[in-house]
């Protein structure tokens, strides 16, 4: 199922399957370059309270995201120990 | 003299690693984007070639103002033909951070013919953990040398110097890495691949991350660290630092007794107790809150708590128009508004910068500090409650502290819904750099040098209207009374001003001085006080004004208008300077004015009607 990386719960894992077109170009190239490829797993490790930004993992670095870009990707779940 | 250029993606230990080799200070904090200036210093190792610590960048392709002038910079010395070789620094940790910028630069390099030396900087932490990086493989992969350091237990670093020496005496050398034609997605796919590859595996270096993550960015535990992190903070500059402030005023006390009694001629007896002992000695006592607060705001950065403190703030900041990357400048500005402002750089969005810029001038910067602490403890009793938890006069520095923080949000959430602008926002992505344990040799040299700085920077400006303040209340009659010297003329000509808040002249007087820079303020009412009490022993100034009538709604109403209004020099040339407008900084300045004599006299009114 396809779903935007910004739905994905605390202690989920996903895939990332690309980007949509409402992400301005720089800030694509950007999130690739810190690691944020499409192919690549993506565990979210805690979503605080009140819409605050949510944390993600991608290999060893942790990324914080708010909701105006992690709406923007999108990934498809992995099954809990995949 | 030839350069030797150091670049890393942010918080890969530059600057940490620039001091090791320079032997120099330059601010070290684990939080991305803390150097924005190019730091230039000598090597220990070979006092013939020049370092140059850049400001970190994640990418050679620039997307925010911070990073541009960083790749015009790195561009430009590329050209510069002193500059030898380029050592870049990545995070042995964290490679795939890293590697596409290494790919970038070498490609870079080998254009215009520098060789490049990849240091892979934080091996300490990987040893810690058992793990390890075949630095050898990861070279030939590259076709780059790579050598294993760290920066902060000093390994490696003699062979940096030797590999530079050795790099010099072999001259210029063909290029090894053929990327000279490769765009940055097939740089961006390899790096990606090494990564995997060479880069550490599993979990062990993020798990302790994780785990105080899932306490401090806790919906309930994270709130409340939150708030008992920063409430410390702000008692922190009271209690901590009063026993030396005690000790400084003690100290001058006695000194001047000792002193003074010695000086033969009447007039230079007076200058020096009632202008250099009053005027300055009032000034210096509050160097120790200064170092305090740099200090303790210092370890806060270095242990990562900062970031996720951003984190938390983002969202209620956003309801007033900024970013949780505000809260770093702004938090900065608690200490001074100078460095805060060249930390809104590290905001890639340029609409937040601008509100951001807007902030910092209300945030309670330390020269408030002195005016404050004066103010409260001549107004506040100095008792505590709750069996010693929470003193008075550190809870009355909270609220104005809290006061003043309010209204730079009040300002930008104001701002941000009625003006419409031509700058562009970006949305908030940040790194969340891993927990680490403070330097404190770094962060005290640093509470150092802003200490030394605030006393020689703003030391200048208070001798210098310390002086006048005495000569003009000094003359015609020799301090036999303050009333009549010319100062009491010139104050009565500004107290019309000051009036309807309830001050006389001599309070008119010292805010006058204290466009100048805040503390000027405390330096010119000691001055004042000390020609009026005309005895040779020194009487705190604290006492003075509690003996002085002032009524607590004037201090109430001074308070106040110290909060807002803009009386800096400095921070006004350098908003117009960072922000590249003048106009900017000149509606700041006059709109906190503004803001800053209204408030104050609303305050004035109220406390009258209360009683
Ligand atoms: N354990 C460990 N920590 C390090 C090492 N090098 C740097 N650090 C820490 O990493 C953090 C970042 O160091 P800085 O020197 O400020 O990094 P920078 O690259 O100058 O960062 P920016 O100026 O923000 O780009 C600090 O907390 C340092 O104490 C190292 O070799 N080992
Ligand atoms: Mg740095």
């Known amino acids: ?13 996903c895939e990332i399957l690309g980007y949509d077109q409402m992400l301005p170009d720089n800030y694509r190239t950007r999130m690739m370059e810190f690691g944020f490829h499409p192919g690549e797993t993506v565990t979210c490790l805690q979503s605080v309270a009140f819409g605050a930004p949510k944390v993600y ?26 | 003299m030839p350069k030797i250029i150091l670049i890393g993606s942010p918080n890969s230990g530059k600057s940490l690693l620039f001091n090791r080799l320079t032997g120099l200070h330059h601010k070290v904090a684990n939080f991305p984007g803390i150097t924005v200036d190019v730091g230039i210093g000598k090597m220990r190792a070979l006092p013939d070639v020049e370092l140059v610590d850049f400001p970190g960048t994640y990418s ?19 050209d510069d033909p002193e500059v030898e070789q380029v050592l870049c620094l990545i995070d042995a940790t964290r490679l795939e951070k890293s590697l596409y910028f290494t790919l970038q630069v070498i490609r870079d390099c080998e254009r215009h013919g520098k060789p490049v030396t990849v240091l892979a900087n ?60 490769a765009p940055d997605v097939l740089l961006r796919g390899t790096a990606h691949q090494l990564a995997r590859r060479y880069g550490p595996k599993g979990d062990v270096l993020v798990r302790t991350q994780t785990r105080l993550d899932s ?51 009447h007039v230079a007896r007076d200058f020096t107790s009632d202008a250099l002992f009053g005027g300055i000695g009032a000034f210096l006592v509050f160097v120790p809150q200064i170092f305090v607060l740099t200090f303790v705001i210092g370890l806060l950065e270095d242990s990562g708590y900062m970031a996720r403190a951003a984190l938390i703030c983002h969202k209620p ?19 001074c508004a100078i460095p805060g402002i060249y930390a809104a750089r590290a905001i890639d969005s340029p609409r937040k910068r601008l509100l951001t810029y807007m902030a910092i001038p209300l945030m309670p910067c330390s020269a408030r500090l002195p005016v404050y602490t004066l103010l409260i403890a001549a107004f506040i009793p100095s008792g505590t409650a709750l069996g010693g938890l929470v003193g008075w006069q550190g809870l009355a520095m909270f609220c104005i502290y809290f006061f003043g923080m309010l209204c730079g949000l009040l300002v930008t959430g104001i701002i941000s819904r009625t003006s419409e602008d031509h700058y562009t926002d970006l949305p908030f992505v940040l790194e969340l750099p891993p927990y680490r344990v403070p330097g404190i040799w770094p962060l005290l040299r640093n509470a150092w040098n802003r200490s030394k700085h605030f006393v020689t920077k703003a030391g200048k400006i208070i001798f210098t209207v310390t002086m006048v303040i005495w000569v003009l209340g000094y003359f015609p009659n020799y301090g036999t009374d303050l ?55 020194m009487t705190p100034l604290v006492q003075q ?63 009258a009607l209360v009683g």
């Open chain 2, 545 to 607: 004004i509690q003996s002085s009538d002032l009524a607590i709604g004037s201090g109430l109403a001074l308070l106040v208008f110290f909060a807002i209004a803009l009386q800096c020099v400095s921070t006004v040339a350098i908003l117009s300077k960072e922000s590249g407008s003048g106009a900017l900084a000149t509606k700041m300045f006059v709109g906190y004015l503004l803001l800053a004599y209204s408030a104050a006299l609303a305050v004035y009114h109220l406390a």
């Open chain 2, 215 to 265: 306490f401090f960015l806790h919906s309930v535990t994270g709130g409340f660290a939150f708030f008992a992190i920063m409430y410390l903070l702000f008692q922190s500059i009271f209690t901590w630092s009063a026993p030396a402030m005690d000790a400084v005023e003690t100290g001058l006390g006695a000194i001047a007794n000792l002193v003074v009694p010695l000086i033969g001629s």
């Open chain 1, 57 to 82: 993992r991608v290999s060893n670095t942790i990324f914080s995201l708010d909701e105006e870009v992690a709406d923007h990707i999108q990934v498809r779940v992995l099954a809990a120990d995949a």
């Open chain 2, 60 to 78: 050679l392709q620039a997307i925010s103002a911070e990073e541009k002038v960083a790749v015009e910079h790195f561009e430009r010395a590329l």
């Open chain 1, 1 to 13: 199922m396809n779903i935007s990386l910004w739905t994905l719960k605390a202690g989920e894992r």
């Open chain 2, 122 to 181: 934080m091996v300490d932490v990987l040893d810690s953990h058992g793990l390890s990086l075949d630095v050898g493989e990861l070279g030939e992969a590259i076709h780059t040398p790579v050598l294993p350091i760290s920066a902060r237990t000093g390994k490696g670093a003699d062979e940096i110097a030797r590999h530079i020496q050795a790099n010099r005496q072999l001259g210029p050398q063909p290029p090894r890495a053929h990327l000279l034609d």
């Open chain 2, 317 to 335: 900041l956003r309801l007033f128009g900024l970013t949780g990357k505000s809260f770093i400048p702004m938090l900065s500005g608690v200490a």
């Open chain 2, 483 to 537: 009333g009549t010297s010319w100062l009491g003329y010139l104050g009565r000509v500004v107290e019309p001003v000051f009036a309807p808040l309830g001050l006389d002249w001599r309070y008119a007087v010292a805010i006058l001085t204290s466009f100048l820079a805040r503390e000027v303020f405390v330096g010119t009412l000691g001055t004042i006080f000390g020609i009026e009490a005309a005895d040779e022993n």
